[in-house]
Nanobody, 115 residues
Framework: QVQLVESGGGLVQPGDSLRLSCAVS????????MNWFRQAPGKERERVAL????????NYLDSVKGRFTISRDNAKNMVYLDMNRLTAEDTAVYYC????????WGRGTQVTVSS
């Protein structure tokens, strides 16, 4: 059974940093493509970052390039999203997902950026 559990969200001020974590069980983050998506109120879900299985190559949404970093810890089977210089536009529920034939999803963690 595949499970993904996000943590690390919260309320921060503009310019702050935050690290999201995703604990994964039932599949290996070193083999499968791992993703971070987000969904803001009234907007469609969008992929923020991904990291490929083979090679661990990252890719980012243009609006977060240079601010967000996706990484993984193969030994702990964890995926992370480091977010810097946060703005109000980054406010959303952030979801971790894994692609293995179908996309598996976590339940999400709320990130709110507000002064």
């Amino acid at each position: 059974q595949v499970q993904l559990v996000e943590s690390g969200g919260g309320l921060v001020q503009p310019g702050d940093s935050l690290r999201l974590s995703c604990a994964v069980s039932g599949l290996s983050v070193s083999i499968h493509m791992m993703n971070w998506f987000r969904q803001a109120p009234g907007k469609e879900r969008e992929r923020v970052a991904l990291i490929t299985g083979a090679g661990g190559i990252p890719n980012y949404l243009d609006s977060v390039k240079g601010r967000f970093t996706i990484s993984r810890d193969n030994a702990k089977n964890m995926v992370y999203l480091d977010m810097n210089r946060l703005t109000a536009e980054d406010t959303a529920v952030y979801y971790c997902s894994a692609l293995r034939g179908v996309m598996y999803w976590g339940r999400g963690t709320q990130v709110t950026v507000s002064s």
